[in-house]
């Protein structure tokens, strides 16, 4: 069949208490349309003229039928391929959607039928079978590697602008990285749609810590490349004329020379993470200079060697356990960053729900504020039986306005408890937090 021969619109997609279900002789029609395609889709609130519209586009005064009546039985998709009535051998595509709104699961699909309409024209003209599912499931994993890609460059741009490497201290990097993932987490919040069990969500903080990594790596070597620099300059002079201690006396001058250069390191300001380990390894290498210097000084009697010895030792001991306890409380603050994250992720996450939730109330209450409105006209017409007929949906949207209502309130208390759950554990307990929020909002 080159041309469909529709006689009157079919479901294309059917919802029942919720369900989806693509009907396969919408499918088989789509399927053996061989002519270029024009789709055009259909959105909006109830008895705004949508059926009207697309009957007037077919053509027809006949078709989606209008107002209430019989089709709202069948919530979905409605499809009506014809002629189209302007460019020779092409198919004109009615999408008009049934009852949309007062389910909660098309609420999503609604508000981005557009792009979701050209996935689906995508996958007819490729050949593969149109699958409403599959469309829904491509176009969400379309916006969400977007919203990653998208979060995750923001994160690495914010990162070079505001970060002056090698920064004074790891906690300095450690804040700046806070206040990047955050934004970035608010990008990702603002494009992804339908993330189930947070996979793409999970995606980003995994490359935001490779990208943490890769930042601490650069500040490291920075670090490090300038306190070699820095240390070369000033123990230039000291390490070229180190045999000029080797006279009696000659290791208390040394000495004076070593503190001296060490008191001058510690002056350069910005020195950054590696400063401790880089005058660790010169005093390192320092260290059988110092006691050969020691031994040659005939000023020196063997008892007083044998104390200079010791307290070297001591006093190398001592940096060494500074050294290690810098790198504990380094590791602290890493630990703290990553339950910040997690806390921020959480966070915003809760933030997201509650905003569709509230959005879906608000869509709610404007639906029921057109069907009073319509029941009003109708009364006002003398249509009474039909205004009857409103009565009973107007009944039930009414309650499921104050469901919302009420849930919220639970709702909030549940997430706020998961929340407190993840900040008493919060290295291994956050998704696990997450998928319970998820399922209190369910
Ligand atoms: N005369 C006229 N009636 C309209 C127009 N748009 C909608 N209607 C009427 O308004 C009622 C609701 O329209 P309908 O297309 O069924 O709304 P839908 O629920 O958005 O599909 C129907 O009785 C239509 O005949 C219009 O532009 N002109
Ligand atoms: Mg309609």
Not at 79 to 89: A, E, G, I, L, Y
Not at 196 to 204: A, G, H, R, V
Request: charge should be negative; glycine fraction near 4%.
């Amino acid at each position: 069949m080159a041309r469909p021969q529709m006689m009157a619109p079919i479901c294309l997609v059917e919802n029942h208490n919720d369900q989806l279900s693509v009907n396969q002789t919408a499918i088989d029609i789509l399927d053996n349309i061989s002519q270029p395609v024009v789709v055009v889709a259909i959105v909006g609130l109830y008895r705004t003229g949508k059926s009207y519209l697309m009957n007037r586009l077919a053509e027809q005064n006949h078709g989606f039928p209008l107002g209430s009546t019989v089709q709202s039985e069948t919530k979905g998709i409605w499809m009506w391929c014809v002629p189209h009535p302007t460019k020779p051998n092409h198919t004109l595509v009615l999408l008009d959607t049934e009852g949309l709104g007062d389910v909660e699961k098309f609420y999503r699909l609604n508000y981005r039928l557009g792009t979701l309409v050209t996935t689906y024209v995508d996958a007819i003209s490729s050949g593969t079978v149109p699958c409403l599912d599959d469309a829904v499931t491509t176009l969400a994993q379309r916006e969400n590697s977007t919203a990653v890609q998208k979060a995750s460059e923001h994160y690495s741009e914010q990162m070079g602008q505001r970060l002056r490497l090698p920064t004074d201290t790891l906690q300095e990097l450690l804040d700046v990285h806070t206040t990047c993932e955050k934004e970035a987490i608010a990008v990702f919040m603002e494009h992804s749609f339908k993330d189930e069990n947070q996979q793409f969500q999970k995606k980003l903080l995994e490359l935001i810590d490779e990208k943490k990594k890769m930042f601490m790596l650069k500040n490291e070597e920075a670090s490090d490349q300038y306190c070699q620099e820095e240390l070369n300059r000033l123990s230039k002079a000291f390490v070229e004329n180190i045999s000029t201690f080797s006279v009696p006396g000659g290791h208390r001058l040394y000495m004076e020379m070593r503190e001296k250069i060490e008191q001058d390191y510690w002056q350069v300001t910005r020195k950054g993470v590696k400063a401790s380990e880089v005058f660790q390894s010169f005093l390192q290498s320092q260290a059988t200079i110092e006691s050969s210097i020691l031994q040659a000084d005939t000023a020196l009697t063997a008892g007083e060697k044998t104390i200079a010895e010791e307290r070297a030792q001591r006093e190398a001991a001592e940096k060494e356990q500074e050294l290690l306890r810098q790198k504990q409380e380094e590791q602290q603050q890493l630990i703290e960053a990553q339950e910040r994250s997690h806390k921020e992720n959480l966070e915003q996450l809760k933030m997201k729900l509650m905003q569709e939730r509230e959005q879906l109330i608000k869509e709610h209450e404007i639906m029921l504020e057109n069907q009073l409105q319509h029941q009003k006209a109708l009364l006002e017409e003398g249509f009474r039986k039909t205004s009857e007929e409103l009565k009973g949906e107007i009944q039930q949207l009414t309650s499921t306005v104050n469901d919302k209502k009420e849930n919220s309130g639970t709702f909030t208390g549940h997430l706020l408890k998961e929340f407190a759950t993840g900040i008493a554990a919060p290295i291994l307990l956050p998704m696990m937090a997450v998928k319970n929020i998820i399922s209190a909002f369910k």
